[in-house]
């Protein structure tokens, strides 16, 4: 599936509004002047404001299950705006998927 290559300055959301952010494992390969996303980077949500029942469920992580198939960075996968993405609850509870409205056009790996 074809997309754009996300980087650390890419904007990610979890569907609850909380702003996702990536640290990267690696700096050789960047993408507009920021480092790639790859499957191994860490990637983190805040100000997620979900409520179950009254109990805070904020997410708090993203796992990218569906990147890049043919691009690869130090041998991870590349993440990209349109791969497959599921944001986590603290108690790795699933919690919906990621959107990615911000993201660098010029690049486009399959």
């Known amino acids: 599936m074809p997309g754009n290559i996300l980087h650390v300055a890419a904007t990610i959301m979890c569907p609850h509004g909380g702003r996702g952010t990536v640290q990267s494992t690696q700096a050789r390969v960047t993408v507009s002047g ?3 996303a790859t499957v191994a980077d ?3 949500v ?3 404001p979900l409520n179950v029942s ?3 469920q904020p997410c708090v992580t993203i796992r990218w299950p569906g990147p890049a198939v043919r691009v690869t960075v ?3 996968p590349v993440v990209l705006s349109t791969s497959t993405g599921v944001c986590q ?4 509870a699933p919690q ?3 959107s990615v409205p911000g993201v ?3 690049a486009v790996a399959q």
């Open 34 to 36: 920021n480092a790639a």
């Open 42 to 44: 860490t990637y983190t």
């Open 46 to 48: 805040t100000g997620c």
């Open 54 to 56: 009254g109990k805070p």
């Open 74 to 76: 130090n041998g991870s």
């Open 89 to 92: 609850s603290a108690e790795q």
């Open 96 to 98: 919906g998927p990621p």
């Open 104 to 106: 660098q056009p010029r």
